[in-house]
């Protein structure tokens, strides 16, 4: 792995950014091939979320987090996730928010993983697709004026 392919991982990873730096770096920098961009880079982005779910899990073993999150977890929010509009909560908040937030978010109001995977993975996977357009389309586009 070359230092530029690590620094495409770790842009990829990184909460802050993710794949809005992620790709175009590939694309116009490291001139990764748009299929190429896509395709690591969201397994990649969907690495904070199973980061955040692995220290929720971790967390929630801590007696104190537990009484923290029981003094403040709200039955509203609940059931606003829980209900049939969670998916497009989720699905639109993902690259609005992040995906560690709304991962984050998803635990406190006592959602599984299991439900909020797939609408995160197909928001990022829609950001991807729209970014990798973005940057294999407009530079051609004001090369050709």
Known sequence: MTP????FVTLAINPIGGLLLAIPFAILQLHYRPW????????????????????????????????????RRSAQVERLLASKGGFWITF????????WLVMAFMRYANVPHRRVALPILLAL????IVLVGLC???PAWFAAK
Do not use: H, K, M, N
């Open 36 to 71: 190429l961009a896509l395709a690591a880079s969201v397994p990649l982005a969907y690495v904070q979320v199973i980061a955040v779910d692995l220290l929720w899990v971790a967390l929630c073993r801590l007696p104190f987090w537990q009484r923290l999150l029981e003094r």
């Open 92 to 99: 639109l908040g993902t690259p609005v928010l992040g995906p």
């Open 4 to 7: 530029s392919d690590f620094a």
């Open 136 to 138: 294999s389309w407009v």
């Open 125 to 128: 996977t829609c950001t991807a």
